[in-house]
């Protein structure tokens, strides 16, 4: 073997060792809060810490920029009682990868209140265990670890300090509270218990799909709209439903606003549109002088909702609601001949007419999805329907005139919406 061979190869090994001296594992990190100018409390049950205070807490400031001066020391009043001693001694056999957090938990409760008279302090303990030092942390918030993990023994206190430091503490530190803002935080509800919000509101933007039947019930019971065609500009079976006349499957888009107040009760001002075509019977000579014949359908909705709110996750509300309400109806018709065509036939000029506005009702339910508490995803389903009264008897010259229709013209929807949601508390 070559000098520089040998060489290599001993550098190789160098690294190796190195590699292996200080290689950690973390067990579990649910990332405890880290403040600036921290006190770093050092708890071991060594004779001879494995780390040196002072130099850890150079090792904290190179590990993190933002950590400010923290200020590091022993924990000797644990160091010293019976009961510390027993549970550090306890968790120095037990800790283990496998392990979720809650099997650690110190059980005897003068440990606990130890553990929770810590206030805003870091405890880090270190124990050798063979060839390896075990490591956890823990803070006032909880009477288990909150972070655990294991490094290889090394007499280099520095180098030890230094992973640890880049283990355990790179995250974003946060100013320390005051004992005022402490004892307020402490006083403050959980966040999944929050006080309800006194009035929510959103705002949406959707599109959606509605069609004349309704799923679950007999195809017989619209197998008449379904197949109807127009002749002659306005002959039909029934005029009862405006699905007789036009397509009764379409797209549609919605515009939307609302709110609740207490996450219970609450209104909705909706706006739909449609573009129908009308269901002309393509052997009817009648219309080789139409170029098309479509109606716009417009509808303006106001509906009461019924709701409650989930939390499942911090950053997740899902609200699902019920809602009833009631709704005009426009529909504004398009229509045009062909070019060259000057004359248009008796049957054009005396073609169906729609009345200028239907009513009717709108129930339902859905749900909003609302992420980071102001994003949201509204989806919806439900009935409506539009109709017309009656009121004068029809006159027995109505052929002669331009029909009235839609006594009675439910149809079936599904939507989807992008929102935005804000609270007034």
Known sequence: MSRKSSILLFALSILLFTGASFGGSKFFNSHPTLWKNPDILIWSLDKEPVIDPKEFCLSLKRANSGIGDPKCRLQGEWMRDSIAIRYATWLNANMDPALKPEYLKARHPAMQAKIQALEDQIVLYIATNGNNVNIALFDETASEPKAAGSILLSPDKISMGDEIADMFFDGTAKRRLSKEERKKKMTEPDEYFQEVPVFKMWAGIGMGYSQAQI?????????????????????????????NFLDDSDPYFTLYVGGTWYDFIGLELTYHYAKHHMKTDPEDTVYQELDHWNFSQHEIGLSAMFSR????????????????????????????????????????????????????????????????????????????????????DPSPDAAAESSVIGGFTPDWFIGVGLEYHLSLF
Request: charged content about 20%; cysteine-free; overall charge positive.
């Open 309 to 392: 709110n989930y939390r499942p996750l911090t950053w997740l509300d899902i609200t699902p609601f019920l809602f009833v309400g009631f709704q005009y109806s426009f529909f504004v018709e398009d229509i045009a001949l062909k070019d060259g065509v000057k004359n248009p036939s008796k049957a054009y000029k005396a073609r169906i007419k729609f009345e200028e506005a239907y009513k009717g009702a709108l129930v339902g339910f859905g749900s909003h999805f609302i992420f980071l508490k102001h994003y949201g995803i509204g989806l919806r389903t439900g009935i409506s329907s539009r109709g017309r009264n009656m009121y004068v």
């Open 215 to 243: 799923p679950l019930t007999p195809d017989d019971w619209y197998s008449s709209h379904v197949n109807s065609q127009v002749g002659n500009y306005r002959i039909t079976k029934d005029s009862v439903s405006l699905w």
